[in-house]
């Protein structure tokens, strides 16, 4: 399920900068060859930005790849490193949670003042917004599930928690590179 969502998201954010791209190569050509302009990629950045990155707060969270300061984290003792690690994965939810509900209300504000962009376009603000707070929901529902699940295995005593939510160790950032320039090498060796 885990890597079901995070294919889905990452495919979802690549389309968003791969459409982007083409939008400003579309522009740049325009803007040379023809004398013209779009008037609009800039407001399309803007949104997919918004959009883009908040997609990535969910593969973050699944990849364990948020920035966190452990310095002392290895230090601690297993139980607080775990309590640590649920305790983390709670407060992140709660941002989650917090960014959602804050992004409803903005939308619901556009919505009833018919909100637009200051664009030549002027589009109805309530579009890009309503994606963006789906994006958002989805980074709380994420951080909802892997909570609980951080939860279930923390009153467990599992020592699973820590290879799940701790932060990622230099091997293991290691390994995973290894792994892809393997993959990649293997493509590469196929085609």
Do not use: C
């Not at 619901?108 to 003042?113: H, K, T």
């Not at 932060?167 to 090498?185: H, I, M, W, Y």
Request: glycine share 6%; charged share 20%.
């Amino acid at each position: 399920m885990k890597n079901s969502i995070e294919r889905w998201l990452s495919l979802a954010f690549g389309l968003i900068f791969l459409a982007l791209s083409l939008v400003v190569a579309l522009e740049t050509i325009m803007r040379k060859v023809f004398n013209t302009s779009l008037q609009g990629a800039d407001e399309l950045g803007g949104y997919s930005l918004a959009i883009g990155s908040t997609l990535a707060f969910s593969l973050a969270l699944l990849g364990r790849t948020h920035i966190r300061v452990d310095v002392f984290h290895e230090h601690f003792p297993a139980v607080m490193r775990r309590f640590m690690d649920t305790l983390s994965s709670v407060l992140m939810t709660g941002f989650a949670v917090l960014m959602a509900v804050l992004a409803w209300y903005v939308l619901e504000d556009s919505r009833s003042y018919q909100s637009v962009a200051q664009t030549p376009w002027a589009t109805p603000l309530a579009y890009p917004q309503t994606v963006w707070f789906l994006a958002l929901a989805m980074f709380a529902l994420v951080g909802l599930g892997m909570t609980a699940r951080a939860l279930v295995l923390w009153v467990q005593g599992s020592p699973t928690l820590e290879r799940e939510f701790g932060p990622r160790s230099t091997k293991e950032e290691v390994d995973e590179e290894l792994q892809d320039l393997k993959a990649r090498k293997t493509e590469g060796a196929s085609s």
